[in-house]
């Protein structure tokens, strides 16, 4: 496996356009963020939204995360997150996650993480938070 250590910095404005059914709360919010990679292995990711989840209050992320190539085809993934969300919710949670990654025909990868959320973010937002897992098929280019 070829190694190519590559270093970068990016931002962003992210501003998700979620389909609100009749009678339900509009969550969309903005968000500003940025992140910075290091030997394309580690990345460290902020935000912050003057509108978290849609509450016309501020909430703020760091997120921290790594993968380690076992080989040109199979990776392992794994991060873990704080979102300060104490002027929305007068509070803050913790969410974690580890996955496996399979390029099986470039650039299309098969995806299986792990997801857990600590008790924070259970009562935070009951009946969503805790542990689940995600398939998923996606494409880079």
Do not use: C
Not at 128 to 135: D, K, L
Request: glycine share 10%.
């Amino acid at each position: 496996m070829e190694r190519k250590d590559r270093h970068g910095l990016g931002a962003g404005y992210l501003s998700p356009a979620l389909p609100v059914p009749l009678g339900e709360p509009n969550l969309n919010w903005n968000e500003i963020n940025a992140s910075i990679t290091w030997r394309d292995n580690y990345w460290l990711a902020v935000g912050h939204s003057n509108n978290a989840m849609a509450t016309d209050t501020t909430g703020t992320y760091a997120l921290l995360g790594a993968r380690y190539p076992i080989n040109d085809q199979w990776r392992v993934e794994g991060s873990v997150a704080r979102y300060v969300l104490e002027s929305a919710y007068a509070d803050s949670y913790m969410h974690g996650a580890l996955g496996v990654v399979w390029t099986f025909k470039a650039p299309f990868e098969a995806r299986l993480t792990l997801h857990g959320t600590d008790s924070a973010a259970k009562r935070l937002f009951p009946g969503m938070a805790g542990s689940r897992a995600e398939f998923a098929i996606q494409a880079s280019f």
